[in-house]
């Protein structure tokens, strides 16, 4: 896959972009940035609180750190890996992991984990969106007749349809800015908001109470939900497939830039989110620290309109490599021709379903807790470690050696302990839920 740049001044209709071998490439540094902050900085920062409740202040704080630093080193690596063949830019995790793994394993390995992310990430933020945009209704319009939640997921569903006839990442550039700046704007005024509001009356900052076995669960959900908060890696060589690269100029260099401001806007969203929410609430926060907020109301309104704005961008950023993948699917294997027809049907399908398991299945922490184990926690943590060990192969016992392998290791464990936490809490809160209430 050879490395070309397209001149900003000729237009390319997206049927011939199906001609290419690769997607167009005119983005600047600072796209990586409002791309990755966008995939990043979603709805997990609010369940951040909740996930601090069950670890505590000692360890929550250092899982939250330690998967910032982890998560940032293995980004780092998916950037070198880009072009780690000399004229060839690999633009999907999957096509990464065919150079790695060979071409009949390498799909297999990544390509099921990365559509567990860029589905998961969707049902979370339907759940998300509806959730929030109800809550703003019910701020801004106290007389106004109180509708289902089932109903306010629908309504932000049915925004997805019109949206995902956007043909590719950069036609959703101005929609994921404009979710980059949402998220960073309602992180903030969600700790300020707990700053406004001082710690609740006699609050606790002992381990939840619940029976040891229960608690032991509840715990392995929370650090599902600190990995989901860490997601950009799924869509990470997307977004850099579309900066134009040269031998003088390879897009390793401003994709890096791009990825190392985002996560400074991530520390900003996601630090002060998780400390000061738990501060404030302690063992009594709720999964959704927004909804915990009632005052200022024209705030905490603004911020939960904010919410649905920022997650109508996130599930467009990581809707689209899934279009990719199911379009180019159809057309090699039906013959089927490219264009709106099979835009209009596919993307439809794909919204039309992941609606239906957000209104089935809104558990919001739950969710969290068992996409963050069972995609993103490989992901993020370990899988490109493990291709980083295959590709580069670092010397035995070197610190390269040393640090890939400890990724692996605790990103591995995070997979499995959040992955059974998040389902069983799935099974006990769907047992005494009434479905579409």
Not at 389 to 397: E, N
Request: proline share 6%; glycine share 8%; hydrophobic share 45%.
């Amino acid at each position: 896959m050879v490395s070309s740049s397209i001149p900003p001044s000729k237009e390319v209709s997206y049927e011939e972009e199906w001609q290419k071998e690769g997607p167009p490439r005119r983005a600047k540094w600072w796209y990586s940035t409002f791309h990755c902050v966008t995939a990043m900085v979603g709805a997990g920062v609010l369940s951040l609180p909740y996930a601090m409740a069950y670890l505590g202040w000692g360890p929550g704080t250092v899982v939250l750190i330690l998967s910032w630093c982890m998560t940032l080193y293995t980004i780092w690596q998916m950037i070198q890996l880009h072009e780690c063949v000399p004229g060839t830019r690999f633009d999907r995790y999957y096509e990464l992991s065919r150079h790695a793994f060979g071409p009949k394993l390498g799909p297999w390995i990544v390509l099921p984990q990365q559509l567990i992310v860029q589905v998961g990430c969707d049902i979370v933020y339907m759940v998300t969106g509806g959730k929030c945009l109800k809550k703003f209704m019910e701020i801004a319009c106290t007389n106004c007749t109180r509708i289902r939640q089932s109903y306010w997921i629908c309504i932000f569903g049915s925004l997805h349809f019109l949206l995902s006839q956007l043909p590719n990442f950069n036609s959703v550039a101005g929609v994921s800015l404009a979710a980059a700046v949402m998220s960073l704007s309602y992180s903030t005024i969600s700790w300020v908001g707990c700053l406004m509001r001082k710690p609740i009356p006699n609050v606790s900052y002992a381990y939840k109470d619940t029976n040891p076995g229960d608690y032991m669960f509840r715990v392995f959900n929370a650090l599902g939900q600190i990995s989901f908060a860490f997601a950009g890696h799924a869509v990470v060589l997307e977004i850099q497939a579309t900066i134009p690269s040269t031998p003088e100029k390879p897009s390793r260099i401003p994709m890096w830039r791009g990825a190392v401001l985002a996560y400074f806007i991530t520390a900003i969203c996601y630090f002060p989110t998780a400390l000061i929410g738990y501060y404030t609430f302690g063992q009594d926060v709720q999964d959704n620290l927004l909804i915990a907020l009632r005052q200022p109301e024209w705030l905490i309104a603004s911020a939960n309109l904010m919410v649905v704005i920022h997650v109508i961008g996130s599930y467009q950023v990581y809707a689209m490599p899934v279009f990719d993948i199911l379009e180019k699917t159809i057309v090699k294997q039906f013959d089927f021709p490219p264009g709106l027809p099979l835009r209009l049907v596919v993307r439809s399908i794909y919204v039309a379903l992941t609606l239906f398991v957000g209104v089935t299945f809104p558990f919001f922490g739950d969710l969290l807790g068992f996409f963050g184990g069972f995609g993103f926690a490989p992901t993020s943590f370990f899988l490109p470690c493990i291709m980083w060990l295959a590709i580069k192969k670092p010397k035995r016992f070197s610190f390269s050696w040393l640090m890939n392998w400890a990724c692996i290791f605790l990103g591995t464990f995070i997979m499995f302990a959040s992955t059974i936490g998040g389902l069983r809490n799935i099974i006990i809160d769907s047992s005494t839920y009434q479905f579409y209430s």
